[in-house]
């Protein structure tokens, strides 16, 4: 999915990589799912935060990964980092190409797109690819920036040393519990040329920021913001406690408008209102408004196809 504010000039690209997690109902983890089973697009639960990204002005490529992490290991059977560098490499190009007047996603998007440096951010597995990432893309899209929730990563892996790094640890995860400040210390008496920081966000689980994963209850405050969803009173099981953390809930307050988006109210310009395309949608269809306080504007869905490289 690409996420792009209407009318923008060269909006900065971010690309947002979902975490690892059964793509089918029934907790299975196949592709295709099979029969008796719904299919789960765990990145279309990211399609929020790429609607609010946009609406500061950032051009959002956001795509399905979930055939990708089926496999346990990153290494075994196939190679998933090599796999996630040939697929999203792949779209950044096609945005890339598209931003140039060469090809699209259904619309015009030359001059919109700006896809010389790239920004990640990344949850869970897909904290593995940032080294890797960052490595290959140093000369046709360099990676200025680094968010990475829950991350996965190992104390091996590098912290790349000249790119901003934030990680955020949810308060009650209790899948990588203290794996990411145990990394991000590891790394912190080398020699940097960027920051390196992590910071602890209290009351939310592992995957309670993607919005395919069904709620722990259906008291769960679903779309209150366009912000991070607000956790909801669980019953604190040990499934439960792994998704989506327990304990007295903590509200998470959008963020504050953006200073090259003073208008907090009313209509949103026409210049951020955010056109979204479905690198994996058959047939055009509308997404859900987007609920904002004061904010009227409405996401355009729009359809390019099948997209072979985004499977």
Known sequence: MLVVPDRARKAPLVVVSHLRMPGCTGDVLAYP????????????GMTYLGVDLARQGYAVLNPDLSPLWIAPETATPYDQIAGWQKIVGGLRDRVAAAGRGRGGFGVNLTGRVDASRSALVVHSRSSYVVGPAVRAWRRTSPVVSVFAYGPASTAEDPAPPDVPYLVALGGADGDVNSTPSQWVSK?????????????????????????????????????ATSA???????RCSSRTRRAHGCGRPTAVRPPRPHPSAPYPCGPTPRSRRPW??????????????????????RPEVAASGPSAAAR
């Open 33 to 44: 799912c099979p029969r008796g089973t719904r299919e789960l697009r765990l990145d279309r």
């Open 187 to 223: 790394h912190l008496g080398a020699a940097r040329r960027s920051m390196l920081a992590v910071a602890t966000v209290p009351g939310l689980g592992h995957s309670y920021v993607n919005r395919t994963l069904p709620a722990p209850d259906s008291t769960t405050a679903r779309g």
């Open 276 to 297: 979204v395309a479905a690198a994996r949608v058959g047939s055009p269809r509308r997404a859900p408004r987007a609920r904002r306080r004061c904010t009227t504007a």
């Open 228 to 234: 991070a969803p607000t956790p909801a009173r669980t």
